[in-house]
């Protein structure tokens, strides 16, 4: 996955709770084998209703996505995180994230930007008031601020989740951090024990 330092510019206010996974990216879009093109299928069913807010021209090019509370509900699909970022999206900032939901977003380089009630309500109100707010999340500094709406506060994330974003390390970029290891303790197994070569 890419670094992600900084995600600054405008925002989609998205003012609905209990957003589950299958209304992010529906089930029939996980038919799919490739892992490009969700972008189509974000919010499709909703996206038919020509007063959705992603049907607004005038959030078009947003990056952050401002959702109400206990977003990401429902089963564990990475799709709905590829359809978010295949959108455009870099962050998405809720009251309350559904955990596994968080999980498939650090693991993919979405940032997760849990705020308090109070300031998820006024980021709503402020976008929906002003489309051309610029929201800037720093993950080196775990701040979200809108300043021309006056609104700034921290966030939380774990130190390691946090470095993964800054280095661009996903899972497998992980591993192979530890390969001098893994090589070194592969060559002192026994011969007879499976091996994946």
């Known amino acids: 996955m890419e670094p992600v330092e900084i995600v600054s510019g405008t925002a989609v206010p998205l003012r609905r709770a209990d957003v589950d996974t299958d209304q992010i990216i529906p089930s029939d879009w996980l038919k799919r084998v490739e892992r490009t093109g969700f972008e189509k299928g974000l919010f499709s069913e909703w996206r038919d209703n020509r007063d959705f807010v992603l049907n607004d ?40 994230f559904a955990d596994i939901f968080a999980n498939n977003c650090t693991k993919n380089g979405l940032v997760p930007v849990q705020v308090s009630a109070e300031v998820g309500e006024a980021l709503l109100d402020a976008v929906e008031a002003d489309p051309d707010l610029v929201i800037t999340v720093d993950v080196r500094n775990l701040t979200l601020e809108a300043p021309a709406a006056g609104i700034s506060c921290g966030f939380p994330m774990d130190t390691a989740t946090r470095e993964r974003f800054l280095e661009g390390l996903d899972d497998i970029d992980l591993s192979l951090s530890h390969e001098t290891a893994i090589a070194e303790y592969e060559s002192g197994r026994a011969g007879w024990l499976p091996t994946t070569a």
């Open 57 to 96: 021209e005038r959030h078009d090019g947003a990056v952050v996505l401002v959702a109400g509370p206990n977003f990401g509900t429902g089963s564990s699909r990475e799709h709905a995180v590829w359809a978010i970022q295949q959108y455009g999206f870099g962050a998405v900032v809720s009251p309350r």
